[in-house]
C-alpha cells in the first residue's frame, strides 16, 4: 500500500469539496482532493439545466458551467479521480482510499469531509405493492437523460415537489415523455415558485398537493401506481385511491447525507447530517465537514461559501494555526423551523447559519435565542433556505447559554 | 444415466450438486433467468434448529440434519453462513411454559445447546429487547446464510462437475413410457432422461400435474418483510423469535449477514392461483413493524431502506413432498416450507443416494465438491486486494459505494452468468445498500450492455418484460 503525506484531505469533488480544496490550497496547505467518479463536479455534472452561480459569480450557469470555473480555481490541489474514500481512522487524520493504481494511505493533518448525500430511496417510505422496473430516484432518472443519452420510460409521474423533481418532469417533458403529473404530499410546493412556474406550469404539467402514493402496480415493467389524497397529517383518505397508468416513477422524496465513511463522527439528530460548528469543525478537532453532507442545501453558492469556509479553517488546524475553539452552543430548530444548519456556534466569532422554515409567510422576523439578535425576512418559503449571518459581538453575548433556540415567526 | 431437475432454487441447485456425486448427466431446468429467484430469494434466511417442528415429521429430521450439514455446505461452496443463535422470547408469564414445551421438543430432536435464560439475563445479553422479557430459550444452533447465494455457488459447483444449466427453459412436460419417466419436454426442446426431480417450489403442484402424480395442493403463504440497513451491532447479536403461534414462527428480528436487519414475516393464506403474489401490503407491513417493535421496541425504523415479501409455498397436507412417488423415476423435493431452506442440504443428500441406488449409479470419483469463490473486495485483507488489483485495475474502481463493490466483481458476476441488473445484484450485492441502487444503477445497466455487446434497451432488471431503459433521448 502507498502512503501520500498531505496537510489536507478533501473526500469529495462536488462544488463543496472542490471549493474547500481550492481554500486550502489557497492558504498554502498540501492539498489531496478524492473524488470516487470519474469526473469532479458531484451532483453539478448532472445538471445541465440553468440556475447555479447567482449569488457567486453573479451569472446564470448551468451545473457543468459552475463545476468548471470551481475546477479552474484548483490551483495547486492534486485532484485524484475514480479514487474512492474507505474509511477514515478514528483516532487521527489519516484515510484508506482505493483506486486503479491500489490502495493509498493517506496522513493528513486534517480532513474536510464534503461526501454529499443520496437519496432516500422509495423503500424507506413502506409504499406497498410490487417492485417492477420502471422506479427510479430522480438524480438515477437524471443521470441516465443527462449523461447516458438514455429514456428511462414513456409515461412519467413524479412523486416529490422539491426542486430536484420539478426540474425532472421538465426534463422528461421535454425529452418527449408524458409527464402525467407532479404528487407532492404536503400541502404547498417543495420546491422553490420559480420552478413551479418554469418546470410545470409553463409545460401544463399538473401539480397534485396533498396526494400521494399508496401502492406500485406491475410486475415485469411498472404498471401504474394508484394515489390517494392526505389529510392534514399525511395519511391517505379512504375512497379517495384512483389508479394512474404509468411506465415510469420518478422517486424526489428527499436527500440523505452521505456520512457512513466517518462513523465516529456525531450526527446532528434533526438533519441526520454531521454534527459541525459554525466553524465547520465537528467534535473531532480534526475532522471538518460542508456541502449536503451537513444537511442538503438548495443553493449551490452557499455550499461552494461553507466549502471554502471548511477548507481554509482545515488548512489552518493543518498548520496548528487555528485557536482552540470556546465551548461551542448548540442552536436547535425552535417555533416554524424545518431544518438548521451548522449544529451550534463558536461564541465570539462571526457566524453564518442556514435555516429552513417549516410554513411559508410573507414577511417573517428570525430571532436567535431568547432576547436574542432578530433578522427580518420577506417571502419564506420551505423551498429556500434563509441565511443569518451573526456578528462576533452577537454570539459572544451568547457563550453561557446552554443552547440557542432559533425561531421563525411572522411579522405584521 | 440421465436425471433432470426442475427448478434451481436452493433445493434444486443442491440435490443437482449431490447428484453429481455420482456417474451419471444431470440437467438443472429454471424458467427464471437466474438460479435462486422463486421462494429461495425472499425468506428469512434463517437456518433453523428444529425446535419448532413436531418430532416425527420429515421437517424435523431434516431440520435437524440440515443445520448440522451447513457449515460444511457452506464451507466447500464459500457461501456466507453464520451461526450467530437465537433467542424465543417469553414477554408475559402465560408464555414461560411454551419455552419449556419448545426446550423439551427440540431435546427430544437433538437439538444441541438449548437453555433457558432469565429475564435479567437477556436483558444483559441484549440490551435492546423489550424489557417485559421474563425469559427465554437460546439456541445457540441458529444461523443465518445467504439463500441465493447458496443456491448460486451450488448451481456453479453442479456445473463444475459435470451438471448442465437451463436458465429461462420452463419444463412444460413430461413424458412417460409403460408407467416410468423417459423424458421431459421444455418451451425449447425435449431431452431424453431416466428420472425427474420436481423442485418446482410454488409450482409444485403443477409440475407434479404433469407427470399425472396427485398431490395435496400448495397454499402460497405470503410473508412481508421490511429490510433495514447498517445498523447498530447491538441489534444484530442474535435471531430473536417470539413464542409461536400454531399456525407460524411469528414475526421475528433477523440479523442479515451483510449487516442489516430482516423485520418479519407475516403469514397470509392466499388464493392457490395467486403464485406471484409478491406484492406487500399496508396491513401487512403494519403487521410485519409491529411484530418487530413488540421484540424490539427502539427499532431504528430511519435505517428502513426497502419492503418486500416472499411466498411460502405451504403443502395442504403440512408436509414435505419428499422422494419417489407412484410414478417411477418421478421424484419430489417439494411442498418446501419453513424450515426447507434448513433442510435443503440432508434432503439433497438423502435424495441423490435414493436416486443413485434406483438408477444403480456408481460414486463419481472425480466429484470436486470445492468451489471457488469470486473475489470480494470488501472481505479481502489489504494486501490481497492491492494484489488483485495490480493484476486487473478494474478491482480498484468502487461501483456500489454502499456495500464496496468494484467494477472487477461486477463483470467477474456478469462472466458467471448474471445477465440482468438482479442477476449481479443478487451475486455482488451492489445495490442492497442503503441507496438501494440510486447510485450503482446506471453504471451496472452500461456494464451489463458492454459485456453483452447488447443496446442498453435490451438490458432488463429480471427479465422479459422489466427493461430499465426504453431508448435513447432524442
Ligand atoms: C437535481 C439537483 C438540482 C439542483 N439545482 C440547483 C440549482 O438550480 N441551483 C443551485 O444553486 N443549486 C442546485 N442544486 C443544489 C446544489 O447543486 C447542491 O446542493 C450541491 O452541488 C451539493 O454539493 P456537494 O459538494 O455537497 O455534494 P455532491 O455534489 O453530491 O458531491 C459529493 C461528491 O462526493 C463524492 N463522494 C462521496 N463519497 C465518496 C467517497 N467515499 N469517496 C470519494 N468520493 C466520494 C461523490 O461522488 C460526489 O461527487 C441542485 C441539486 C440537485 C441534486
Ligand atoms: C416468508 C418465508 C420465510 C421463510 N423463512 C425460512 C427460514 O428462515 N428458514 C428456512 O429454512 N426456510 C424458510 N423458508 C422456506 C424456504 O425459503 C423454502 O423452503 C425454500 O427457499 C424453497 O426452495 P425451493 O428450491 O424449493 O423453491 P424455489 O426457490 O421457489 O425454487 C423453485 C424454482 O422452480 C422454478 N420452476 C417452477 N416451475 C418450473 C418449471 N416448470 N420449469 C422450470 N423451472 C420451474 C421456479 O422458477 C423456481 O426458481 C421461508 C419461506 C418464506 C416464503
Redesign the interface.
Known amino acids: 500500500m502507498r502512503t501520500h503525506r498531505v496537510d489536507v484531505l478533501v473526500v469529495g469533488g462536488g462544488a463543496a469539496g472542490m471549493a474547500a480544496a481550492a481554500a486550502a490550497a489557497r492558504v498554502g496547505a498540501r492539498t489531496v482532493l478524492v473524488e470516487e467518479g470519474a469526473r469532479l463536479g458531484g451532483v453539478l455534472d448532472q445538471c445541465i439545466h440553468p440556475g447555479f452561480g447567482l449569488h457567486r459569480y453573479r451569472e446564470e450557469l448551468t451545473g457543468p458551467e459552475f463545476a468548471a470555473r470551481l475546477v479552474a480555481e484548483l490551483d495547486g490541489v492534486e485532484a485524484w479521480t475514480g479514487q474512492s474514500l474507505l474509511a477514515v481512522d478514528p483516532n487521527r487524520p489519516r484515510a484508506r482510499t482505493v483506486g486503479s493504481e491500489g490502495l493509498v494511505e493517506i496522513e493528513a493533518g486534517a480532513v474536510v469531509w464534503a461526501a454529499g448525500a443520496r437519496e432516500r430511496p422509495l423503500g424507506a417510505l413502506r409504499v406497498p405493492g410490487t417492485r417492477p422496473a420502471g422506479l427510479f430516484v430522480a438524480g438515477l432518472a437524471q443521470r441516465l437523460v443527462n449523461i447516458h443519452g438514455l429514456l428511462p420510460g414513456r409515461r412519467a409521474l413524479v412523486l416529490g415537489s422539491g426542486d430536484i423533481g420539478l426540474i425532472m418532469a421538465r426534463r422528461l417533458h421535454l425529452e418527449g415523455v408524458e409527464v402525467v403529473g407532479v404528487v407532492e404530499i404536503r400541502p404547498h410546493p417543495g420546491g422553490l415558485l420559480r420552478n413551479v412556474v418554469q418546470c410545470l406550469d409553463d409545460f401544463g404539467i399538473p401539480l397534485l398537493l396533498s396526494h400521494t402514493v399508496v401502492e406500485v402496480h406491475g410486475r415485469g415493467r411498472l404498471t401504474g401506481v394508484t394515489l390517494a389524497e392526505v389529510d392534514g397529517a399525511g395519511a391517505p383518505q379512504p375512497g379517495t385511491e384512483r389508479f394512474v397508468p404509468v411506465d415510469t416513477l420518478i422517486v424526489s422524496v428527499g436527500l440523505v447525507p452521505e456520512v457512513e465513511g466517518v462513523p465516529f463522527a456525531p450526527r446532528d439528530p434533526a438533519t441526520g447530517g454531521l454534527a459541525a460548528s459554525t466553524r465547520l469543525q465537528t467534535a473531532v478537532p480534526w475532522l471538518f465537514a460542508a456541502g449536503n453532507c451537513l444537511a442538503p442545501f438548495d443553493l449551490v453558492d452557499t455550499v461552494a461559501t461553507f466549502g471554502a469556509r471548511a477548507g481554509t479553517l482545515a488548512a489552518r488546524h493543518a498548520r496548528g494555526e487555528l485557536s482552540p475553539a470556546p465551548r461551542p452552543v448548540p442552536v436547535r430548530m425552535g417555533r416554524n423551523v424545518a431544518a438548521l444548519v451548522p449544529s451550534s456556534l463558536v461564541p465570539g466569532e462571526e457566524a453564518i447559519l442556514y435555516l429552513r422554515a417549516r410554513e411559508p409567510l410573507d414577511r417573517a422576523r428570525v430571532t436567535v435565542g431568547p432576547d436574542g439578535p432578530t433578522r427580518t425576512a420577506r417571502g419564506v418559503r420551505p423551498a429556500e433556505m434563509i441565511e443569518v449571518r451573526l456578528t462576533a459581538e452577537e454570539t459572544a453575548a451568547m457563550a453561557c447559554l446552554q443552547e440557542v433556540a432559533v425561531e421563525v415567526t411572522a411579522l405584521r | 444415466m440421465r436425471t433432470a431437475v426442475i427448478g434451481a432454487g436452493v433445493v434444486g441447485a443442491l440435490l443437482a450438486r449431490e447428484l453429481c456425486r455420482y456417474e451419471g448427466e444431470v440437467l438443472l431446468f429454471e424458467r427464471e433467468l437466474d438460479v435462486g429467484w422463486g421462494v429461495t430469494k425472499a425468506n428469512s434466511a434463517i437456518v433453523h434448529a428444529g425446535f419448532h417442528e413436531r418430532p416425527g415429521t420429515a421437517s424435523a429430521r431434516f431440520c435437524v440434519e440440515g443445520n448440522a450439514l451447513f457449515p460444511e455446505v457452506c464451507g466447500e461452496l464459500a457461501v456466507p453462513f453464520q451461526r450467530i443463535g437465537a433467542y424465543v422470547l417469553a414477554l408475559a408469564d402465560g408464555e414461560r411454559a411454551a419455552l419449556e414445551g419448545l426446550r423439551a421438543r427440540g431435546e427430544e430432536l437433538g437439538v444441541p445447546g438449548l437453555e433457558l435464560v432469565a429475564g435479567d439475563e437477556v436483558r444483559r445479553r441484549l440490551p435492546d429487547v423489550n424489557p417485559a422479557v421474563v425469559a427465554a430459550l437460546w439456541a445457540p444452533s441458529v444461523g443465518i446464510t445467504e439463500p441465493w447465494a447458496l443456491a448460486l455457488a451450488a448451481v456453479e459447483n453442479a456445473c463444475a462437475n459435470g451438471a448442465s444449466l437451463h436458465v429461462g427453459e420452463e419444463v412444460t412436460g413430461i413424458c412417460l413410457r409403460a408407467g416410468r419417466v423417459r423424458g421431459v419436454r421444455t418451451d425449447r426442446a425435449a431431452y431424453d432422461v431416466d428420472a425427474v426431480v420436481n423442485a418446482a417450489g410454488l409450482d409444485a403442484d403443477r409440475v407434479a400435474a404433469l407427470a399425472g402424480v396427485p398431490v395435496p395442493g400448495l397454499v402460497p403463504r405470503r410473508g412481508e418483510y ?2 433495514l440497513v ?1 445498523v447498530p451491532p447491538s441489534l444484530r447479536s442474535a435471531v430473536l423469535f417470539p413464542v409461536p403461534t400454531p399456525h407460524s414462527k411469528g414475526v421475528l428480528v433477523v440479523p442479515t449477514v451483510d449487516g442489516g436487519l430482516l423485520l418479519g414475516p407475516t403469514a397470509a393464506d392466499l388464493a392457490p392461483e395467486e403464485r ?1 403474489a ?5 396491513d ?2 403494519a403487521q410485519a413493524l409491529a411484530g418487530a417493535r413488540r421484540l424490539v421496541p427502539g427499532l431504528p425504523l ?1 435505517k ?5 415479501a416472499g411466498l411460502r409455498p405451504e403443502p395442504r397436507d403440512g408436509e414435505f413432498w419428499l422422494g419417489e412417488t407412484n410414478v417411477r423415476g418421478f421424484y419430489q423435493a417439494a411442498g418446501m416450507r419453513s424450515p426447507g431452506l434448513t433442510a435443503a442440504p440432508a434432503i439433497a443428500r438423502w435424495l441423490a443416494g435414493g436416486i443413485a441406488a434406483d438408477l444403480g449409479l456408481a460414486p463419481r470419483a472425480s466429484f470436486r465438491p470445492l468451489r471457488p469463490a469470486p473475489p470480494r473486495v470488501a472481505e479481502l485483507p ?2 490481497e ?2 494484489a488483485l ?2 493484476r486487473d ?2 478491482y ?3 461501483v456500489c ?2 456495500n ?1 463493490v468494484t467494477e472487477g466483481e461486477v463483470v467477474a458476476a456478469i462472466r458467471r452468468g448474471a445477465r440482468t441488473v438482479d442477476g449481479v445484484k443478487f451475486r455482488t450485492r451492489a445495490g442492497f445498500g ?6 450503482c ?2 453504471r451496472i ?2 456494464l451489463l450492455a458492454r459485456e453483452a455487446n447488447a443496446a ?2 435490451e438490458i ?15
Open positions: 421490511l429490510l447498517d406471484d409478491t406484492e406487500t401490503t399496508t401487512g407491513l430511519g428502513v431502506v426497502k419492503a418486500f489489504p494486501e486486494w492491492d488489483i495490480a485495475p478494474c480498484g474502481r468502487i459505494r454502499c464496496r442503503r441507496c438501494q441502487g440510486g447510485t444503477t446506471d445497466l452500461a442498453p434497451d432488463s432488471l429480471r427479465g422479459p418484460g422489466s427493461a430499465l431503459v426504453v431508448g435513447r433521448v432524442r
